[in-house]
């Protein structure tokens, strides 16, 4: 693994692993603007030009400068005032001391001389599984070094894939004009701020979109030539307006098709700040996340194009794929059966046997993954590299809680389509179930990366650090995903765990209790135990509202949960077993879960997470939360 480790203001920057970090706090950084600073700090001293940062970030994706302004304003947010100058029309400037750490010193001085590395070409021809030593230390020695080790040694797969090679970017799908917005407000000073920062925050976030070529200034270059105009074949132009009312704007966006002017897309919707997302910010990931909606149909039409299909049968294959983006669970039959007539009329396509394999096994928790597997197994004799039929074989391993060979699938799916983004993501969460959390960042980062505007993906990543214990960036994410889908639950519901977990039972109270006002908590049967700040009251008046309701039979690990929090630890142990005797999909969440760190070092918590084919790690457990009664 190539790349150096880079010191200043005491901050640390891998710039392998793209990670930031500053006092043993990670930095959370989009990858293009992490390449921005990673430029800028390897430069350091030196003016970088905005000709050599486009071309070195962003390549022959064609972007405005904008895209490079907005970045270096995120980074000057992010590390703080006088570290990046900018040279007047002609680029910036690291203006910090830096030292530069080479990855082999970092080894051989702080994980040891014995620090066994396998190289790239290694873990792409493995035929078993590679697991990479456990981080040794989570905290920080000197210089906040230490922390970056499980990085430095447990991400080399994800070097394997060559993220920027040009072999492994797609053409296009689409190209869009970005035409200004109109901005209407009864303060007209606010105008002209808004402009920019919607113009920069929408170029930089549809950027990040796979497969799309983005233009600004309604499809013209920043300084047209003379008597030229850009003729991109399929171009769209989108425009749209925002009405400022106190801090709510309602947005009005359209997309024009460049050929006969119709607009086959016209979207209003309302939106807020939210802490820590400014309001530009939250109106450009909505834009985003309907544009990337709209082109995954053409990621699917050019995954069509690969099986030779006639007009009738690749129709049945788009509404295949249309259907589970509705969200309707109760049509996976109706699903499997256009695959199915798919499959037969296309019998050597193995895109085909894959998808309905994926079908099969999305239809069912666990009783359709053998079938499942059966069907990804003859997609792969058909086409060895389907990296949809190894997702399957690793989604079905993994929920048989067959680790090592989930692994080595979902590797082999990443290897052979590293934009494979749900098996970025499902190996990620397989990571983290097994306590393997730099691993399961740096393979959910890249997921991310992939699907920047899904909010269930944002939760995903918001969880596992949850189970990391990065409070700040779990609140981060979960945020993240409600500007993308105002009121997710999910989200919603990571935000209280993450509270409860950090012990802010203020902010407990404003998640649970959203819609009450002061008053009507007091007088709430539930609430007014937080307000008085009886935390062991609370927790068993939730448990006892919860089994009055008889919903003690749905999930043994939620009252596992509660018995935890509630001090019973004989009757969490009991709930513990009940789920892994039952086989419950949550079994892994014993795992992870901080809640459950009071019960760690219980000889018969050990052995439920031995039962399910992991070790325990009594890693000096916070008990801190829950004083149990027996």
């Not at 024009?256 to 016209?266: C, K, L, R, Y």
């Not at 709209?294 to 069509?304: H, I, Q, S």
């Not at 990620?428 to 959390?437: A, E, I, P, S, T």
Request: charged fraction near 30%; include cysteine; hydrophobic fraction near 40%.
């Amino acid at each position: 693994m190539r790349g150096n480790i880079y010191a200043f203001e005491g901050f640390l920057l891998d710039e392998a692993e793209q990670r930031l970090q500053k006092d043993g706090v990670e930095i959370q950084l989009p990858p293009r603007i992490f390449d921005v600073l990673r430029i800028l700090v390897a430069r350091h001293g030196t003016l970088v030009s905005y000709e050599e940062l486009m071309d070195s970030v962003w390549g022959e994706t064609f972007v405005e400068e904008g895209n490079l302004r907005y970045s270096v304003h995120a980074l000057r947010k992010a590390l703080g005032p006088g570290l990046i100058e900018t040279v007047a029309k002609k680029g910036y400037r690291f203006s910090a001391e830096v030292r530069a750490i080479e990855r082999e010193e970092f080894i051989t001085q702080y994980v040891g001389e014995n620090a066994a590395i396998h190289s790239q070409n290694d873990i792409a021809q493995a035929d078993e599984p590679i697991y990479a030593p456990r981080p040794f230390v989570e905290k920080w020695m000197p210089a906040s070094l230490i922390a970056l080790v499980a990085v430095v040694i447990g991400a080399i797969f994800t070097m394997s894939i060559g993220r920027d090679d040009p072999a492994n970017t797609p053409r296009p799908l689409s190209t869009l004009a970005l035409a200004p917005f109109e901005i209407v407000s009864d303060d007209a000073d606010k105008i002209p701020t808004m402009q920019k920062g919607i113009e920069e925050a929408l170029s930089f976030n549809l950027g990040r979109i796979r497969g799309l070529r983005v233009l600004r200034n309604g499809g013209q270059p920043s300084e047209p030539k003379s008597g030229t105009v850009d003729s991109s074949p399929g171009k769209e132009t989108l425009s749209g307006s925002i009405r400022l009312e106190g801090t709510v704007a309602r947005v009005s966006v359209s997309l024009v098709g460049a050929s006969d002017g119709e607009p086959p897309f016209a979207k209003a919707f309302t939106a807020e700040p939210i802490e820590g997302i400014g309001l530009e910010e939250v109106i450009a990931l909505r834009i985003a996340r309907l544009i990337d909606q709209r082109l995954t149909v053409k990621r699917d039409e050019r995954l069509a194009d690969g099986g030779s299909l006639d007009e009738e049968t690749r129709a049945m294959f788009l509404l295949s794929q249309r259907i589970p983006r509705e969200s309707d669970l109760n049509r996976w039959p109706e699903v499997i059966a256009l695959l199915e007539t798919v499959t037969e009329r296309a019998p050597a396509w193995g895109t085909g046997l894959a998808k309905k394999a994926e079908a099969v096994a999305l239809a069912s928790e666990t009783a359709n993954c053998d079938k499942a597997i059966e069907i990804a197994d003859r997609a792969i004799a058909l086409e060895p590299n389907s990296a949809e039929a190894h997702f399957v074989r690793g989604r079905c391993f993994a929920r048989a809680l067959d680790w090592a060979n989930a692994e080595d699938a979902f590797r082999r799916a990443i290897l052979a389509d590293p934009t494979q983004s749900r098996a970025h993501f499902d190996y990620g969460v397989l990571l983290d179930n097994q306590r393997r959390f730099a691993e399961a960042e740096i393979r959910l980062r890249r997921g991310l990366e992939l699907e920047p505007f899904s909010p269930y993906y944002n939760y995903v990543v918001a969880r596992h650090f949850v189970h990391d214990k990065k409070w700040d960036a779990s609140i981060r994410y979960s945020r993240i995903a409600l500007a993308i889908e105002p009121g997710y639950f999910l989200a919603e519901k990571n935000l209280y765990w993450t509270y409860v977990n950090q012990g802010r039972y203020d902010l407990v109270l404003a998640a649970a209790y959203p819609n009450l006002t002061n008053e009507e908590r007091a007088r709430h049967p539930i609430a007014r135990f937080l307000i008085d700040g009886d935390l062991h009251a609370y927790w068993q008046a939730i448990l006892a509202d919860r089994l009055a309701k008889g919903d003690q039979k749905a999930n043994p690990i939620t009252f596992a949960v509660y018995q935890t929090l509630s001090g019973n630890r004989e009757e969490a142990l009991k709930e513990l077993a009940r789920a892994v005797d039952e086989s419950s999909t949550e079994r892994p969440r014993i795992n992870v879960d901080p809640v459950f760190d009071p019960l760690r070092s219980d000889p018969r918590f050990i052995t439920l997470i031995e039962r399910i084919g992991l070790r325990s790690d009594n890693d000096d457990p916070d008990t801190s939360r829950t004083t149990f009664d027996n």
